[in-house]
């Protein structure tokens, strides 16, 4: 067959995948799984050998053949690609809902749950079968044919409004940018920001410097620049992307797909049981219900609200006396919050960035994880990537194991999509003749790339980035559980799911890692003590303001899901929400424009659908696993040890709470949190 994504191969032919192949080898794989489901069910008696592998075979190859074309449908958009890639998600979400609610399938797990032979399973293989039961309620196995019916066609009609959403935004982010062609309207931006501007005017053609909405673009205007008007208009652009208002103003707006979604999700919810779409959120996390997750989020803001009222109080008289302004903006504000920084703490991103070039940085992060758990990285040439600045890593353990491998894409380009994620390219599983496949990982970033003959050059919030995400392709790539479905990140309730990535980040504060990660790449000197200490001292400015700002979006996307009422109808609901937990818990006004939500693809695009609140509340439990290290050493080998293997080794095989007591000797407390953050509460 001369189709790339039909051809059994180690790793995906990514130059070869053309969008004519997608459509023909999805229908291809379901076809083969839909068979290899009931040729499975004829049997009388079921084994794990008999049910649970044979069926992970077939869904293991449709996985492993979705992954690359979802993959490249974010790094290298098109409108084939994208085309192609929609036409497939009412397949795969036809797909999700016939296994979910498969009288005979769920009957034979049930008999494999009840089995004799379920006993001797070992922990991993009887938490696939539990998962599987869960799962089952979960899609409506329960329902009576037309509520089955119902709950098919409104997930399919969900994932199709989620990847609208994602259109919407990206290109609402494309479609607008700002040329200069005066130099002086530029005053205050660093030189990298400046060249890298000029680049962008002259990929497309124009005179001077052309300014985007994405990240690396953005945000060097915003709290540098000192020509209010760019700032302004930089920021109108972005607040209002996919929205009713701004420079597009209606032309990719997301509002209607938003209230659908909303409305869809919670008759959904109301479908399986739930009195809401949180409750049914929280049924797959750690968290045991709405309450527990409400009082976490609001414990925390009122612990942080004075000292974050201080912190903007605090901007707002230094703009008053350094600089006359009394009336602060919202694109004053990181402007004048940089200015603060620096005259407190003589200390710039941009200063750090000659600091940081990509290869000091990248071999840095692997000697941390070295020292840490042993690992050897190596790189290895001629892959077939996706584009040419993606480089591909072998990853190998203390006793020269193979654990996984794992692309790089560090570059923000046009139509790729923007932020930084790791995702799963092939997952750890044990195959039938004993074999294991190991693990692939995409690591994606949207870094500035290099300039003329200059490497990358990173600022320190980007080397935190880059260890965030290699903490997620850590956990995915260094599993020992063969068992699928709960090897590596995959069955890791999600507000577990940030503890390796936040974890991992801590070492870019640590002198002894940067003494490593850092060299100047014109003198070749590491960071100077000096200027690692002001960064030190400047870690936490602002913190109380920052984590008010997460809060605020965790609460607004928790309350919005849980106090949803179909009726009477709202077409300003969410703007409401958003508003009334702003009054509450922001100290920072937002201006009547701002349509922040629109663009929040975590909840509306992506998977974190009232469950925005994960990141924090994973952060208690890195928090306290790093105070560990802390205690008893920050590279201490016994303390890395046990987290390779009570946590990182484990993947979603046990309940994270479990896993964590494991390693931390006790249950997770909220202290190291607060105290890394300079939050006195
Ligand atoms: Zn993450």
Not at 408 to 426: E, I, N, P, Q, T
Not at 563 to 574: C, F, L, R
Request: net charge negative.
């Amino acid at each position: 067959m001369s189709n790339p994504l039909l051809v059994a191969s180690d790793l995906p032919s990514f130059s070869q995948i053309k969008p004519e192949h997608i459509k023909p080898a999805v229908e291809h794989a379901i076809t083969a799984c839909k068979k290899a489901i009931a040729t499975v069910l004829k049997e009388k008696t079921f084994t794990w050998d008999n049910l649970v592998l044979p069926i992970d075979e077939v869904d293991d190859s449709l996985s492993k053949l979705w992954s690359p074309v979802s993959h490249m449908n974010s790094v290298i958009n098109s409108d084939e690609l994208r085309d192609a890639y929609e036409s497939c998600l009412p397949l795969l979400s036809e797909y999700g809902t016939f296994v979910g609610q498969h009288q005979g399938l769920f009957e034979a797990y049930q008999q494999l749950a009840d089995s004799d032979e379920y006993q001797q399973l070992d922990i991993a293989q009887k938490k696939v079968i539990d998962n599987a039961l869960r799962d089952f309620k979960l899609s409506g196995i329960a329902l009576n044919d037309d509520d089955k019916k119902r709950y098919g066609e409104v997930v399919t009609r969900l994932s199709e409004l989620s990847s609208t959403f994602g259109n919407n935004l990206l290109d609402a982010t494309h479609a607008y940018s700002v040329n200069i062609t005066d130099k002086s309207e530029l005053a205050g931006l660093p030189d990298s920001a400046i060249e890298a501007a000029a680049e962008l005017a002259k990929e497309q053609e124009k005179q001077g410097w052309l300014f985007t909405l994405d990240i690396p673009s953005y945000l060097p205007v915003m709290m540098y620049c000192s020509n209010p008007k760019l700032r302004e208009q930089l920021y109108r652009g972005f607040v209002t992307r996919a929205s009713d208002q701004g420079p597009n103003a209606g032309e990719f707006d997301n509002s209607d797909i938003m209230n659908e979604l909303l409305k869809l999700r919670h008759e959904l919810a109301q479908l399986l049981g739930f009195n809401n779409f949180a409750e049914k959120s929280i049924a797959t996390k750690m968290a045991s219900s709405t309450d527990e997750v409400l009082g976490f989020l609001e414990n925390l803001a009122v612990k942080s609200k004075a000292q974050g009222q201080q912190d903007l109080n605090e901007v707002k008289a230094f703009a008053k006396t350094e600089f006359s302004q009394t009336d602060l903006q919202a694109w004053d504000l990181p402007y004048y919050s940089e200015k603060l920084k620096q005259s407190r703490y003589a200390i710039s991103d941009e200063e750090c960035r000659p600091y940081f070039p990509e290869n000091k940085v990248v071999s840095g992060l692997f000697e941390v994880v070295n020292r840490l758990f042993g690992l050897q990285i190596n790189e290895i040439s001629n892959i077939d990537t996706w584009h040419k600045d993606v480089k591909f890593f072998e990853v190998f353990d203390r006793d020269n194991n193979l654990r996984g491998r794992f692309y790089l894409d560090l570059y923000a380009r046009a139509h790729k999509r923007g932020g930084a994620w790791m995702d799963d390219c092939k997952s750890r599983r044990e195959l039938a003749n004993g074999d294991i496949q190991y693990p692939v990982a995409y690591l994606t970033c949207n870094f500035n790339k290099p300039i003329g003959d200059k490497p990358a050059l990173f600022t320190h919030d980007e080397v935190v980035t880059l260890f965030h995400e290699f903490g997620h392709g850590i956990h995915h790539m260094l599993t020992q559980i063969n068992a699928s479905g709960v090897s590596g990140i995959d069955g890791v309730p999600w507000d577990a799911v940030e503890l390796p990535s936040q974890f991992l980040e801590n070492w870019c504060w640590e002198p002894e890692a940067l003494a490593f990660i850092s060299e100047h790449f014109e003198t070749g000197e590491p960071l100077p003590q000096e200027m690692l200490d002001k960064m030190l001292a400047a870690k936490n400015y602002q913190s109380a303001m920052q984590m008010l700002r997460q809060l605020e979006f965790s609460i607004f996307d928790f309350k919005m899901h849980k106090d949803y009422q179909p009726e009477p109808k709202n077409p300003v609901y969410i703007q409401e929400v958003l508003n009334q937990v702003r009054s509450e818990y922001a100290v920072v006004k937002a201006a009547d424009f701002n349509r922040f939500q629109h663009g929040f693809g975590h909840i509306f695009g992506g998977g974190y659908s009232a469950g925005y609140y994960s990141y924090k509340w994973a952060e208690v439990l890195s928090a306290d696993a790093f105070s560990r290290f802390e205690e008893e050493g920050i590279f201490n080998e016994k303390v890395g040890n046990d987290f390779l293997t009570n946590i990182l080794e484990k993947g979603g095989s046990q309940e994270p709470s479990v896993l964590f007591k494991a390693f931390r000797g006790r249950e997770p407390e909220i202290d190291a949190l607060l105290r890394h953050c300079g939050i006195k509460g």
